[in-house]
Protein backbone atom coordinates (compact mmCIF):
# COMPACT_ATOMS: atom_id res chain seq x y z
CA UNK A 1 0.00 0.00 0.00
CA UNK A 2 1.40 3.60 -0.97
CA UNK A 3 2.46 5.87 1.57
CA UNK A 4 -0.19 8.38 1.99
CA UNK A 5 0.63 12.18 2.64
CA UNK A 6 -2.07 14.69 3.68
CA UNK A 7 -0.82 18.54 2.70
CA UNK A 8 -2.32 21.15 4.22
CA UNK A 9 -1.56 24.78 2.70
CA UNK A 10 -3.27 27.81 1.12
CA UNK A 11 -1.06 28.45 -1.63
CA UNK A 12 -2.25 26.48 -4.20
CA UNK A 13 1.77 26.88 -6.09
CA UNK A 14 3.01 25.38 -3.60
CA UNK A 15 0.71 22.44 -3.15
CA UNK A 16 0.96 21.76 -6.97
CA UNK A 17 4.77 21.72 -6.02
CA UNK A 18 4.88 19.55 -2.98
CA UNK A 19 2.39 16.94 -4.67
CA UNK A 20 4.43 16.43 -8.16
CA UNK A 21 7.67 16.06 -6.02
CA UNK A 22 5.74 13.49 -3.63
CA UNK A 23 4.16 11.71 -6.60
CA UNK A 24 8.07 11.11 -8.11
CA UNK A 25 8.34 9.51 -4.62
CA UNK A 26 5.52 7.30 -5.03
CA UNK A 27 3.32 8.57 -2.62
CA UNK A 28 -0.23 9.20 -2.40
CA UNK A 29 -1.08 12.56 -1.84
CA UNK A 30 -4.31 14.46 -0.58
CA UNK A 31 -4.53 18.14 -0.25
CA UNK A 32 -6.37 21.08 1.97
CA UNK A 33 -6.47 24.49 1.53
CA UNK A 34 -7.99 25.20 5.16
CA UNK A 35 -7.40 23.50 8.56
CA UNK A 36 -10.97 22.81 8.93
CA UNK A 37 -10.61 20.76 5.20
CA UNK A 38 -7.45 19.31 6.51
CA UNK A 39 -9.13 17.45 9.58
CA UNK A 40 -12.37 16.48 7.72
CA UNK A 41 -9.81 14.57 5.45
CA UNK A 42 -7.42 13.10 8.16
CA UNK A 43 -10.33 11.50 9.97
CA UNK A 44 -11.49 10.05 6.52
CA UNK A 45 -8.37 9.27 4.95
CA UNK A 46 -5.56 8.26 7.72
CA UNK A 47 -2.94 9.19 6.39
CA UNK A 48 0.93 8.06 7.39
CA UNK A 49 2.73 11.74 7.40
CA UNK A 50 0.70 15.27 7.80
CA UNK A 51 2.08 18.59 6.44
CA UNK A 52 0.77 21.48 7.59
CA UNK A 53 1.54 25.27 6.69
CA UNK A 54 1.11 27.75 10.04
CA UNK A 55 -0.21 30.45 8.05
CA UNK A 56 -3.94 29.27 7.16
CA UNK A 57 -6.87 30.70 6.57
CA UNK A 58 -9.88 30.03 9.64
CA UNK A 59 -8.07 27.86 12.03
CA UNK A 60 -4.14 28.08 11.86
CA UNK A 61 -1.63 25.38 11.55
CA UNK A 62 -1.11 25.30 15.26
CA UNK A 63 -4.89 24.45 15.82
CA UNK A 64 -4.62 21.77 13.42
CA UNK A 65 -1.82 20.39 14.86
CA UNK A 66 -3.03 20.34 18.17
CA UNK A 67 -6.38 18.97 17.16
CA UNK A 68 -4.69 15.90 14.92
CA UNK A 69 -2.21 15.11 18.38
CA UNK A 70 -5.58 15.07 20.93
CA UNK A 71 -6.47 11.51 18.27
CA UNK A 72 -3.14 10.39 16.88
CA UNK A 73 0.52 9.82 16.75
CA UNK A 74 1.05 10.55 13.15
CA UNK A 75 4.40 12.27 11.75
CA UNK A 76 3.88 16.25 11.22
CA UNK A 77 5.45 18.69 9.72
CA UNK A 78 4.84 22.11 10.52
CA UNK A 79 5.76 24.64 7.60
CA UNK A 80 6.53 28.04 8.69
CA UNK A 81 7.36 31.63 6.69
CA UNK A 82 9.40 32.49 9.29
CA UNK A 83 12.64 30.99 10.94
CA UNK A 84 12.59 32.72 14.37
CA UNK A 85 12.45 30.77 17.47
CA UNK A 86 8.90 31.49 18.49
CA UNK A 87 7.08 30.23 15.33
CA UNK A 88 9.52 27.02 15.29
CA UNK A 89 9.11 26.30 19.30
CA UNK A 90 5.45 27.45 19.36
CA UNK A 91 4.99 24.16 16.55
CA UNK A 92 7.07 21.90 18.00
CA UNK A 93 4.88 22.53 21.38
CA UNK A 94 1.78 21.98 19.26
CA UNK A 95 2.93 18.57 18.93
CA UNK A 96 4.81 18.36 15.51
CA UNK A 97 7.94 16.54 15.02
CA UNK A 98 9.68 18.26 12.62
CA UNK A 99 9.21 22.11 10.68
CA UNK A 100 10.57 23.63 7.72
CA UNK A 101 10.95 27.19 6.25
CA UNK A 102 10.00 28.32 3.55
CA UNK A 103 11.18 29.10 0.62
CA UNK A 104 12.40 25.09 0.99
CA UNK A 105 13.68 22.47 -1.56
CA UNK A 106 11.06 19.88 -2.31
CA UNK A 107 13.53 17.32 -2.45
CA UNK A 108 14.71 18.22 1.20
CA UNK A 109 10.99 17.78 2.13
CA UNK A 110 10.85 14.50 0.69
CA UNK A 111 13.97 13.38 2.28
CA UNK A 112 12.55 14.31 5.61
CA UNK A 113 9.68 12.58 5.30
CA UNK A 114 11.76 9.58 4.22
CA UNK A 115 13.47 10.07 7.34
CA UNK A 116 10.28 10.24 9.20
CA UNK A 117 8.57 7.11 7.51
CA UNK A 118 11.82 5.17 8.59
CA UNK A 119 11.30 6.20 11.93
CA UNK A 120 7.64 4.99 12.30
CA UNK A 121 8.28 1.38 10.90
CA UNK A 122 11.23 0.91 13.18
CA UNK A 123 12.99 -0.31 10.00
CA UNK A 124 16.83 -0.09 12.09
CA UNK A 125 15.66 -3.85 13.55
CA UNK A 126 16.62 -2.46 16.61
CA UNK A 127 15.70 -4.64 20.02
CA UNK A 128 15.69 -3.73 23.34
CA UNK A 129 14.58 -5.39 26.22
CA UNK A 130 12.10 -3.90 28.84
CA UNK A 131 13.80 -1.23 30.78
CA UNK A 132 12.94 -0.07 34.33
CA UNK A 133 13.94 3.61 36.04
CA UNK A 134 12.08 4.64 39.27
CA UNK A 135 8.63 3.91 38.43
CA UNK A 136 8.79 4.41 35.15
CA UNK A 137 9.07 0.83 32.78
CA UNK A 138 9.93 1.54 28.98
CA UNK A 139 8.82 -1.63 26.40
CA UNK A 140 10.77 -1.34 23.23
CA UNK A 141 8.97 -3.37 21.39
CA UNK A 142 5.41 -2.66 22.43
CA UNK A 143 5.64 0.78 22.00
CA UNK A 144 4.41 1.18 25.40
CA UNK A 145 5.88 2.97 28.76
CA UNK A 146 4.46 2.68 32.09
CA UNK A 147 4.87 5.63 35.16
CA UNK A 148 3.63 3.07 38.27
CA UNK A 149 0.28 1.45 36.90
CA UNK A 150 -0.57 4.30 34.52
CA UNK A 151 0.23 4.16 31.00
CA UNK A 152 1.95 7.29 29.04
CA UNK A 153 1.00 8.04 26.11
CA UNK A 154 3.92 9.49 23.94
CA UNK A 155 4.13 10.55 20.07
CA UNK A 156 6.67 8.51 18.39
CA UNK A 157 8.87 10.82 18.44
CA UNK A 158 8.85 10.95 21.72
CA UNK A 159 8.78 7.52 22.58
CA UNK A 160 12.04 7.12 20.05
CA UNK A 161 13.83 9.45 21.95
CA UNK A 162 13.21 8.35 25.45
CA UNK A 163 14.42 4.65 24.07
CA UNK A 164 17.33 6.19 22.68
CA UNK A 165 18.03 7.55 25.98
CA UNK A 166 16.81 4.56 27.97
CA UNK A 167 19.41 2.26 25.84
CA UNK A 168 22.41 3.28 27.49
CA UNK A 169 21.29 5.15 31.09
CA UNK A 170 23.70 7.45 32.29
CA UNK A 171 25.12 8.01 28.90
CA UNK A 172 25.08 11.56 27.38
CA UNK A 173 24.00 11.39 24.28
CA UNK A 174 24.68 15.21 22.25
CA UNK A 175 21.64 16.68 20.60
CA UNK A 176 23.75 16.17 17.18
CA UNK A 177 23.78 12.23 17.93
CA UNK A 178 19.88 12.18 18.72
CA UNK A 179 19.09 14.41 15.90
CA UNK A 180 21.23 11.54 13.99
CA UNK A 181 19.49 8.87 16.05
CA UNK A 182 15.77 9.74 16.45
CA UNK A 183 15.19 12.20 13.41
CA UNK A 184 17.94 10.79 10.89
CA UNK A 185 19.01 14.16 10.24
CA UNK A 186 22.58 15.24 10.37
CA UNK A 187 23.78 18.36 8.32
CA UNK A 188 19.90 19.85 8.05
CA UNK A 189 18.95 19.12 11.84
CA UNK A 190 18.07 21.73 14.23
CA UNK A 191 18.97 21.31 18.13
CA UNK A 192 15.80 23.12 18.93
CA UNK A 193 14.46 19.60 17.94
CA UNK A 194 15.77 17.63 20.55
CA UNK A 195 15.48 20.47 23.22
CA UNK A 196 11.83 20.93 22.62
CA UNK A 197 11.17 17.17 22.52
CA UNK A 198 13.00 16.69 25.94
CA UNK A 199 10.66 19.04 27.30
CA UNK A 200 7.42 17.59 26.15
CA UNK A 201 8.58 14.34 27.11
CA UNK A 202 9.75 15.97 30.68
CA UNK A 203 5.87 16.81 31.07
CA UNK A 204 4.99 13.38 30.39
CA UNK A 205 6.91 10.94 32.33
CA UNK A 206 8.88 13.21 34.80
CA UNK A 207 6.72 14.12 38.83
CA UNK A 208 8.14 17.51 38.45
CA UNK A 209 9.17 18.57 34.69
CA UNK A 210 10.90 21.78 36.54
CA UNK A 211 12.99 19.50 38.00
CA UNK A 212 13.74 16.58 36.02
CA UNK A 213 14.53 12.74 38.03
CA UNK A 214 14.86 11.02 34.38
CA UNK A 215 16.00 12.76 31.39
CA UNK A 216 18.53 15.49 32.85
CA UNK A 217 20.82 17.82 31.45
CA UNK A 218 24.36 17.34 31.12
CA UNK A 219 25.24 21.44 30.37
CA UNK A 220 27.21 22.01 27.40
CA UNK A 221 27.19 17.91 26.44
CA UNK A 222 23.23 17.15 25.99
CA UNK A 223 20.78 15.05 27.77
CA UNK A 224 20.78 11.44 29.67
CA UNK A 225 18.81 8.93 31.11
CA UNK A 226 19.50 8.91 35.20
CA UNK A 227 19.84 5.38 35.99
Known sequence: MATKILTVEDDERIRSAV??????????????????????????ELPDVVLIDIMLPGIDGFEVCRALR??????????????????????????ADDYLTKPFAPKE??????AMLRRARNSDGQTLQRIKVGDLEISPEEGIVLKGEEEVHLTKTEFKLLVELAGQPGKVFSREVLLERVWGYDYFGDGRLVDVHVRRLRTKIEPDAAN???????????YKLQP
Not at 109 to 114: D, E, G, K
Not at 212 to 222: A, D, W
Request: aromatic share 6%.
Open 212 to 222: PRYVVTSRGMG
Open 70 to 95: RESDVPIIMVTARADTHDVVAGLEAG
Open 19 to 44: KLAFEEEGWDVSEAGTGEEALAKFSL
Open 109 to 114: LSARIR
